[in-house]
């Protein structure tokens, strides 16, 4: 077992084609012990979003700090901390927090992709 | 997708033998959506404990809130609030908040179980 702070993890910019002000950590990956699905922690500042994408991946979400409109629902839809939220495989999805005068910070869990290192 | 409040999650005391003051709520799970993994979040109070336990599942935590000892690493072990904790399978392992004055809150991912509804 082992235990990591999350800042010990390295900072990367997403670089999803839209996407601003957003980074993430992988806190465990394939590298790190995962076997099926891995954990990451995103951050989008204030002012910065993920536009809308889709893939085959499920998203299991849980909300640490901040609040930001998740897109791709089919009403106005926000989510905040202290939240889960669980995105389908194949839906459509993204967070907005150019309204927000905080960070969006949130776990995120996938599956391992097939062609993860 | 969904958005959901982990505290419109049913609140569950956790009945392994010898755990204290320790509850769970599932916040995606088999019947709400997930496909291979799920997310619980736990609550240890002040006082409280999972003793040490093993199964084949994978852990993949991340710390909330509080401060905890987590029984079964080599060496005297904490986690607390930012903490990623991973557990392989089948290793012993517990959580300990009996020096805690505060609730230790963590996310746990695990495989769906085999025989889970």
Redo the contacts between chains.
């Keep these: 077992?082992?235990?990591?702070?999350?800042?010990e993890r390295e900072l990367e910019e997403v670089n999803l084609a839209g996407a601003e002000l957003t980074t993430v950590r992988w806190?465990?990956g394939k590298r790190?012990?995962?076997?099926?699905?891995?954990?990451r922690?995103f951050e989008i500042a204030p002012g910065g979003k993920v536009p809308l994408h889709q893939h085959d991946e499920?998203h299991?979400i849980?909300i640490?700090d901040g609040k930001a409109k998740?897109l791709?629902?089919p009403t106005e839809?926000?989510?905040k901390k202290?939240?889960?939220?669980?995105?389908?495989?194949n839906?459509e999805?993204g967070y907005d927090n150019t309204e927000g005068t905080e960070s969006f910070r949130f776990?995120c869990?996938i599956?391992l992709l097939k062609n993860e290192e």
């Design positions: 077992m082992y235990v990591v702070n999350y800042q806190l465990i790190t012990g995962a076997k099926t699905y891995v954990m922690l499920e299991e849980f640490l998740i791709g629902a839809t926000y989510a202290d939240d889960a939220v669980f995105i389908p495989s839906e999805h776990i869990v599956p």
